[in-house]
């Protein structure tokens, strides 16, 4: 087995663009934050556009008593008429009591908050002061000004990085932590891996368990499970941890990849790591197989959301035979995402920011077979007789590690698989004007 190859884009040069933007906000998180984090409860305070977002982004979410809400801001709080700390501080009371099993609460700021400069950091050393050790606090920025869709989960695992209630956890400094919210299946293969491979002290962050504390020693290395976490790799660095650094563990190839960084970063015999590896990568490839018809040779489009873009259009190009257009992403975090640059094809545009206008007129002009993109162009788009995905689902389904990566196949096969069955077999690209 060896090493991906790194080929043609390792200098990339991608097309800054500045202008009307088409993406989620930083609060959008949260749908799969609380999921993850068993025993926290996210507050955003913010407005009822805010409570809107949350409410169709959770789709029927909302009826199962999720772990989140909006303490909505009323005109006199804007107007300055009402002391918005007394008023936060009731709403926090009154959510404590009435849900004692919180131990973590989170204040998420929004734009609202953040433009009449409310300091939620400081309400946050407030309210613990008030309700800890029974309730621990915290605070981030989910809004729209500051954070695109995974930059809320940025935030919220830096702000629980730097919380001090974790910092002064005693327990053993962990050796590695894999740092990104991964689906909990997707936690646990990847725990059997560890421990087959004989790797011990290893923590997942964000975990099931937030209270838990993290010990971070001069030993301790961590490594990103997730593209989009600039600031919270900052925070780890800030407090002693190393990154080990790797492709991200999306396809056959990615996983390998990851896996065998952490095996080398920890000297784990390789003859072993081969061994470990073997099953779950032939599984994965037979898995992929069975898309790879409908993949193979097709021309992709991505717009930018969640910064996985450069990933998953590395899978695509290097393990379906995909072609692609345009990989654009909100943001380029030049060190992290590095290897994944490298590894796509030489000739592919890449783009960071969005000027949605020109854009659609590039991805119109190119007329792809597939294009990658969020709610509101994807049905624009299916309107005009393209093949659209909706990107929003390679944050919300597991798609990492070898056992997924025939799902992950299939989220990009199954538009394409839906429009052959809705045209006869006819491509409905012929119909585009
Ligand atoms: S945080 Fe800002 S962008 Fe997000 S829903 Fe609230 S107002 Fe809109």
Same mark, same amino acid.
């Given at each position: 087995m060896s090493l991906p190859q790194r080929t043609a884009c390792a200098e990339p040069a991608p097309i800054l663009q500045r202008g009307q933007h088409e993406v989620f906000c930083g609060l959008t998180s949260i749908i799969w934050l609380h999921r993850?984090?068993?025993?926290?409860?996210f507050l955003v305070v913010g407005s009822r556009t805010c409570a809107h977002l949350l409410q169709s982004a959770a789709g029927v979410m909302i009826f199962s008593e999720p772990r989140f809400?909006? &303490?909505?801001? /009323?005109? @006199?709080?804007?107007?300055g008429m009402a002391d918005m700390h007394d008023e936060l501080d009731a709403v926090v009371a009154r959510l404590l009591e009435r849900r004692p099993d919180i131990r973590m609460l989170v204040l998420v700021g929004s734009c609202p908050s953040e433009v009449i400069k409310l300091d939620l950091s400081k309400a946050a050393?407030?309210?613990?002061?008030?309700?800890?050790?029974?309730? @621990?606090?915290?605070?981030?920025?989910?809004?729209?000004?500051?954070?695109?869709?995974?930059?809320? /989960?940025?935030?919220?695992?830096?702000?629980?990085?730097?919380?001090?209630?974790?910092?002064?956890?005693?327990?053993?400094? &962990?050796? *590695?932590?894999?740092?990104?919210?991964l689906a909990d299946v997707v936690e646990d293969q990847f725990s059997r891996l560890f421990a087959e491979l004989g790797l011990s002290g290893v923590v997942f962050l964000p975990g099931r368990d937030a209270i838990n504390g993290l010990t971070v020693g001069p030993e301790t290395r961590f490594i990103l499970a997730q593209p989009y976490?600039?600031?919270?790799?900052? +925070?780890?660095? +800030? @407090?002693?941890?190393?990154?080990?650094?790797?492709?991200?563990?999306?396809?056959?190839?990615?996983?390998?990849?990851?896996?065998?960084? !952490?095996?080398?970063?920890?000297? $784990?015999?390789?003859?072993?790591?081969?061994? $470990? !590896?073997?099953?779950?990568?032939?599984?994965?490839?037979?898995?992929?197989?069975h898309y790879r018809p409908w993949l193979e040779g097709r021309s992709v489009f991505f717009f930018p959301d969640s910064q996985m /873009?450069?990933? *998953?259009?590395?899978?695509?190009?290097? /393990?379906m035979g995909s072609e692609l257009v345009e990989v654009g992403s909100p943001y380029l975090h030049r060190e992290h995402v590095a290897a994944e640059l490298a590894l796509l094809p030489a000739g592919v545009t890449l783009s960071e920011g969005q000027d949605v206008d020109q854009q659609i007129d590039r991805c119109r002009a190119a007329n792809p077979d597939l294009i990658v993109c969020g709610l509101g162009l994807a049905n624009p788009f299916e309107a005009e007789g393209r093949v659209s995905k909706w990107s929003i689902e390679f944050s919300f389904t597991p798609i990492q590690g070898f056992e997924q990566a025939g799902d992950l196949a299939e989220l990009f096969a199954r538009p394409l698989m839906r429009n052959a069955i809705l045209s006869n077999g006819t491509d409905r690209r012929g119909a585009v004007r």
């Open positions: 993850k984090v068993q025993d926290a409860f809400a909006t &303490a909505i801001m /009323e005109e @006199r709080d804007l107007a050393a407030r309210l613990n002061a008030a309700h800890a050790p029974r309730h @621990r606090v915290i605070a981030y920025s989910g809004s729209g000004i500051e954070t695109t869709f995974t930059q809320g /989960e940025d935030n919220f695992l830096a702000a629980l990085i730097a919380d001090k209630a974790s910092s002064r956890s005693s327990g053993a400094a &962990a050796k *590695l932590v894999v740092l990104g919210c976490l600039g600031a919270a790799a900052t +925070a780890l660095e +800030a @407090r002693g941890a190393r990154r080990i650094d790797a492709i991200f563990p999306l396809g056959a190839e990615g996983t390998s990849a990851w896996l065998r960084a !952490i095996c080398t970063a920890f000297g $784990v015999d390789m003859t072993l790591f081969d061994t $470990v !590896i073997t099953q779950p990568r032939r599984r994965a490839a037979e898995a992929m197989a /873009e450069p990933s *998953l259009a590395r899978f695509l190009s290097r /393990e």
